[in-house]
């Protein structure tokens, strides 16, 4: 199976790596549904245990993920709820002065789309741009919803509020053009293969495992013939920020570091040439 390189993606390089470090919060009153404790509280207590567990990535984790990634000149995409932009605006400016990108990702975790009528997800979307602007005078290009649910509205109101494309589709390999009523807009796959969340809180395997596992995809790849692929990197800056996350969140790097086929790059790079071969097909 193969398939054709958009003009612009490096030839020598066909695996497109995209390094998603999420920065996630919840209102107060709302804790994380999942965090490492597994003992259940009555329905009328807050989590704070789980809040504070959160917290760690807004104040130590996103600092280290983002310095370890800048020393190797790896722009990330960061996943963002809107509410830090109100909540936390220097932190925010931080990520954004390191160059990278940053994507809306509903005003807090627990919202999610699926759940909502088309106004109110409307308001959503404009809800984030908006915090967005105000506080780093530009507009998200990218969304991510949370939880991955798209309703039947998402993708059109995602090219009518400005958004070119978005990160949640596990169908598939390679980017692709969703054209809707307000335009087209870019669907860049998202996968579990690499996730911190997924492979070590909801799995219980050791991170110590994940640089095991870039490695091995790394050695694999060239023998199944090196199909055109965009692979995602997730390592949430309340998850792997700490330590011993860190510390495989490094290894990782040092491994694309010596990867001759990988792309490290953004959403918003591969959009981008997705956008300009549609235009010119277009006429």
């Not at 209102?27 to 259940?40: E, T």
């Not at 969703?178 to 492979?199: H, Q, R, W």
């Not at 700490?242 to 591969?270: D, H, N, Y």
Request: aromatic fraction near 8%.
């Amino acid at each position: 199976m193969t398939t054709k390189l958009p003009k612009g993606w490096p030839e020598d390089r066909p695996m497109a790596v995209c390094i998603n470090i999420p920065l996630e919060w919840w209102p107060d009153g709302v804790a994380p549904g999942v965090s490492p404790f597994g003992n259940p509280l009555r329905k009328d207590v807050v989590d704070t245990a789980a809040r504070q567990w959160a917290e760690y990535g807004l104040n130590v984790g996103i600092h280290r993920l983002a310095d370890i990634a800048e020393s190797f000149g790896y722009n990330f995409s960061c996943h963002a709820s809107g509410i830090l932009f109100e909540e936390r605006p220097e932190l925010m400016r931080r990520v954004h002065g390191g160059g990278h990108e940053i994507m809306a990702h509903c005003w807090t975790q627990h919202r999610l789309l699926c759940y909502m009528d088309r106004d109110e997800e409307d308001r959503e979307m404009k809800r984030c741009a908006e915090a967005q602007e105000k506080v780093l005078g530009e507009r998200p290009l990218g969304f991510a919803v949370p939880r991955g649910m798209l309703s039947d509205n998402t993708e059109e109101l995602m090219a009518a509020n400005g958004y070119q494309f978005y990160a949640d589709d596990m169908s598939g390999d390679m980017p692709k053009i969703k054209p809707t009523s307000s335009g087209p807009v870019v669907c860049i796959p998202y996968d579990m293969e690499v996730n911190d969340l997924a492979f070590h809180l909801r799995h219980g395997n050791r991170l110590m495992l994940l640089p095991e596992i870039v490695g091995d995809i790394m050695d694999g790849y060239p023998k199944i013939g090196s199909p055109p692929t965009v692979l995602d990197l997730g390592f949430h800056a309340h998850v792997s920020g700490r330590i011993a996350g860190s510390i495989q969140f490094l290894k990782v790097m040092e491994i694309l570091a010596r990867t001759p086929f990988a792309w490290v790059t953004t959403r918003t790079e591969i959009a981008r040439l997705m956008l300009a071969e549609h235009a010119e097909r277009q006429g």
